[in-house]
């Protein structure tokens, strides 16, 4: 079993920058890939990015070169760096892990970008 809590989401004016953070706790060995999803108000969820256990990062071409994600093995966080936001990144952010066995979802976190 693995939990997840994210932090960090809020209201930002566009142009700002918000971090996201995701701290993973139980049986965080067995994680193989970590990712950020979103999902706007009346749309469906949809992939920000990833990281495996390796480090390899996947973007969505809407975000590539403003967010960034990372992790802190030590630490089993995740977090997403998200600079120069946009009215359409806001959405509620949900922190994703993968053990290759079963797929793990956090609570949520809402990002309201103000125009």
């Known amino acids: 079993q693995v939990q997840l809590v994210e932090s960090g989401g809020g209201l930002v004016q566009a142009g700002g920058s918000l971090t996201l953070s995701c701290a993973a706790t139980?049986?965080?060995?067995?994680?193989?890939?970590n990712a950020w999803y979103r999902q706007p108000a009346g749309k469906r969820r949809e992939l920000v990015a990833s990281i495996s256990s390796g480090g390899s990062t996947n973007y969505a071409d809407s975000v590539k070169g403003r967010f960034t994600i990372s992790r802190d093995n030590a630490k089993n966080t995740v977090s997403l760096q998200m600079n120069s936001l946009k009215p359409e990144d806001t959405a509620v952010y949900y922190c994703?892990?993968?053990?290759?066995?079963?797929?793990?979802w956090g609570q949520g976190t809402q990002v309201t970008v103000s125009s």
């Open positions: 994703h892990a993968n053990t290759g066995l079963r797929a793990y």
């Open positions: 139980g049986s965080t060995f067995s994680i193989n890939v």
